[in-house]
């Protein structure tokens, strides 16, 4: 029995957290014959090369997808559109194109128009990850039993979708399917609102100057120092983010904004049941992610080094397996 790859040659473009892990659990499990990857910075290129996560380092964008029957743009959301404009012609017949973005509605608009109608585009997005950027930053395991969502634009070939969705599997991703526009409401509340308010927080007090460098880390056991992680999140990337899903963003903002007031008053009013009720409420809807163990403690993904991973899937076997 033959363990055939999935792909022949796997293109990256934009090797940071991402896609060195996607570089790293894709070569793990044989799912790709090849992988080429480039990057825009001089010194990246030169260390992924050093890391050996890639077959080929190329230094050009459009150099990387030549003959690539896999193209994954892992870059942040803002420069989709003029990366595709760059590859566009030199994507071979067939090929998959596809993306890893946190925001998906702005992305296929701005990619779908450059790419030629002999290209599959089928938009993703891998809902793992961590506050850390760069190829260094990137391991296998990252996509193990976290989710991947896909959205294909209407018309896309559901072969297309089918092979990207086996890809994910194959690197231990749980795969979904919807349209950009839903996800880009669930992840305005379950991710993009989480990282706004945590870049709040962190520069509201540092502005207070209420607290110095060493109390906020001698005092930073709870929930304060869960909120500093998220908030040395990868400045470019969720600029891009927050611009991209504006309407999406602002609008759980508006009902965010209504539930602060409602706690603000009720704090004010020494309404203690209102607070116990919500308090009670979120606590069984924590325990309840928990249960369905589709979600594990946020810290640990930023140090993954100490946490124990599970094993990764059997490598990816095709056809006659
Ligand atoms: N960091 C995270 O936890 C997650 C990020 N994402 C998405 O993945 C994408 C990449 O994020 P990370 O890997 O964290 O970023 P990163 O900052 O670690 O890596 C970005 C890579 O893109 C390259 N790059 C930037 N502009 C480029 C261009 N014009 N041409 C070629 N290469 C270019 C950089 O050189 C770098 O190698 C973003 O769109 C982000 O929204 C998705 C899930 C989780
Ligand atoms: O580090 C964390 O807690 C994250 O939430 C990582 C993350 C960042 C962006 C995404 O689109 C998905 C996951």
Redesign the pocket.
């Known amino acids: 029995m033959m363990t055939q790859p999935l792909f022949n040659r796997m293109a990256l473009?934009?090797?940071?957290?991402?896609?060195?892990s996607i570089a790293r659990a894709a070569r793990a499990q044989g799912v790709v014959r090849s992988i080429v990857a480039?990057?825009?910075?001089g010194p990246?290129r030169a260390r992924v090369a050093e890391l050996g996560i890639a077959d080929r380092v190329v230094d050009t964008?459009a150099a990387a997808v030549d003959g690539a029957d896999l193209v994954i743009l892992?870059?942040?959301?803002g420069?989709?559109g003029?990366?595709a404009a760059e590859i566009a012609p030199r994507l071979a017949p067939g090929a998959i194109i596809s993306?890893?973005?946190?925001?998906k509605a702005a992305v296929v608009k701005d990619v779908a128009p450059h790419l030629p109608g002999h290209v599959h585009f089928v938009p993703a997005?891998?809902?793992?990850?961590?506050?850390?950027?760069?190829?260094d930053?990137?391991f296998p395991e990252l996509f193990i039993d976290r989710w991947c969502i896909l959205t294909p634009p209407e018309g896309t070939d559901p072969a297309a979708t089918d092979k990207l969705a086996t890809f994910w599997s194959a690197i231990g991703a749980n795969v979904e399917t919807m349209t950009p526009e839903h996800h880009d409401l669930v992840l305005a509340i379950t991710s993009h609102l989480p990282h706004l308010i945590a870049y709040t927080i962190v520069g509201t007090a540092d502005e207070l100057g209420q607290v110095t460098r060493s109390e906020v880390l001698k005092f930073s056991a709870g929930g304060f120092r869960d909120f500093t992680r998220i908030a040395a999140?990868?400045p470019?990337?969720w600029r891009?983010?927050f611009l991209a899903n504006r309407d999406a963003v602002l609008e759980m903002l508006g009902t965010f904004g209504e539930d602060l007031s409602k706690l603000t008053r009720a704090i004010r009013r020494g309404d203690g049941d209102t607070l116990f009720d919500l308090f009670t409420r979120t606590r069984a809807i924590r325990r309840g992610i928990v249960q369905i163990g589709q979600d594990s403690d946020a810290p640990d993904f930023g140090r993954p080094h100490q946490k124990k991973m599970p094993p990764l899937p059997r490598p990816y076997m095709a056809d006659g397996e």
């Open positions: 473009i934009g090797v940071g957290l991402i896609g060195s480039t990057a825009r910075s990246t964008n892992c870059i942040p959301v420069q989709c003029a990366v993306d890893v973005g946190s925001v997005h891998p809902v793992a990850g961590t506050e850390n950027s760069g190829p930053a990137g999140s990868d470019t990337m891009d983010i």
